[in-house]
DNA sequence: CGTGACCTTGACGTCGATCAATATTTGTGG
DNA sequence: CCACAAATATTGATCGACGTCAAGGTCACG
């Protein structure tokens, strides 16, 4: 069922966050759907904290995940004045956002946004080498260097994506993530306490795979 | 060989590009890398004419197009203060270049390019979508439409590019794109004068494969 | 007219999708 | 806390789409 923010926060006549001080954005569940594709594009939206997926769909259902979004990621982008995705929790967030016409007038916003979209389009370019000429084992083990940010090794790392989800971010079916985790697992590459706690072994025998990043 | 937009013109103390009123830019030949992957990204740079496409490498020299561009789209985005694709003209361009400090000062020019940024991250968006989860056959139906703009029905598209380039820009080989042209010919829905002078005959059967657009 | 770049087509192999059965984990009510 | 149901994950068997390898064919250019 739809769920949209808005219907989720209190007064609808809330002030626009960043006028807010200290808590900048609306509190969100795991799993709401943020915003759908297609729908009119009337904010922009940041995440604040927490994680969200953006997804896109195909006529016959078929998903894609197309961008995963952390602390002050921005998504809402809008093609033809309607939302070019959906976007969904995957942990709960919190989520800032802005009307699209204080673009014009904040020229702070602006700049970080700059800044941001370049750095998201950045990402954007390497998931196309990834899913155009990358094979699974190869996708899975780039998808988990990625998540596991270069200082917490030995960490153990929670995956708040299920493999279905993780699969329609990788390109893949969630039998094949499922069989490349246990193929990097074999190979003493990863641990996995549980299906969804993974600890990296061997750093750059994954690197390797992943060819750089 | 290297061989870098700054090396074919004139006075290497030019001013940028969009102090000039009328041609803003620098007129590069076809299958011209303007700017390498990796090297130390100084400028952001703008298609003002012409094509230009943005290409990754694996380590074992697997290859990804990421981006294609036209009059208007921005690149040479920085990871790490490198280029994150090179850049190759796809036919004769004219290319304007900022210094990445003048996005500080230049909010019009700014403004500019956040407004392309967020048009060029949705076509990202799509194409992720297109490389995780489309077949051989719809890709190319795709990326046929998206190169024929709507107006222009009973035209002639002149492809610039190799079907080594459209399969890299796909996600597939050179052998699966001339099939699915032959297919697509077989079909009826596009007609081939030429192996690089396109014209689509069904638009609708096109849409229905590539699934809207 | 010959050479090289690009394209097409065919035969065959392989990686990942699909179909299916089982295992594991999570959540719920007694 | 346990029993059961539902969701999620793993693993195996088989299939098919696309990749690989190979042999011409077409086109532009000197």
């Known amino acids: 069922m739809r769920q949209i923010v808005e219907e989720r926060t209190g007064s609808p006549t809330r002030q626009p966050s960043y006028a807010e001080p200290h808590h ?7 799993h709401v759907t ?8 009337r ?30 990621d921005v998504f809402g982008l809008a093609h033809d004045d309607a939302y070019a995705c959906s976007a969904e929790t995957l942990t709960p967030a919190t989520i800032a956002t802005h009307e699209r016409s204080a673009l014009e007038r904040d020229p702070v916003l602006a700049s970080r946004l700059l800044r941001r979209f370049e750095a998201q389009l ?3 370019h390497s998931h196309a ?19 596991m940010p ?14 279905q989800e993780i699969a329609d971010f990788l390109g893949l079916t969630l039998e094949t993530v499922s ?23 061997d750093r750059g025998s994954m690197r390797r795979l992943a060819g750089a990043l």
Do not use: N, W, Y
Not at 34 to 41: F, I, K, S, T, W
Not at 150 to 163: A, D, F, K, N, P
Not at 179 to 201: M, N
């Open 34 to 41: 943020v915003l759908h594709e297609g729908d009119p594009a």
């Open 150 to 163: 270069e200082g917490m090794v030995g960490g153990t790392l929670h995956l708040s994506m299920t493999r």
């Open 43 to 72: 904010r922009i939206m940041e995440v604040v904290e927490g994680a969200v997926m953006l997804t896109k769909l195909l006529p016959d259902g078929r998903r894609q995940v197309v961008e995963l979004l952390g602390p002050g």
């Open 179 to 201: 069989r490349a985790f246990s193929e990097l697992k074999r190979r003493g590459f990863v641990a996995l306490q549980r299906a969804d706690e993974v600890r990296i072994q």
């Open 24 to 30: 900048p954005g609306l509190r969100v569940a795991t």
């Open 122 to 124: 950045c990402v954007m």
């Open 129 to 147: 080498l990834v899913l155009g000429r990358m094979s699974a084992l190869e996708r899975v083990a780039f998808f988990l260097l990625r998540l």
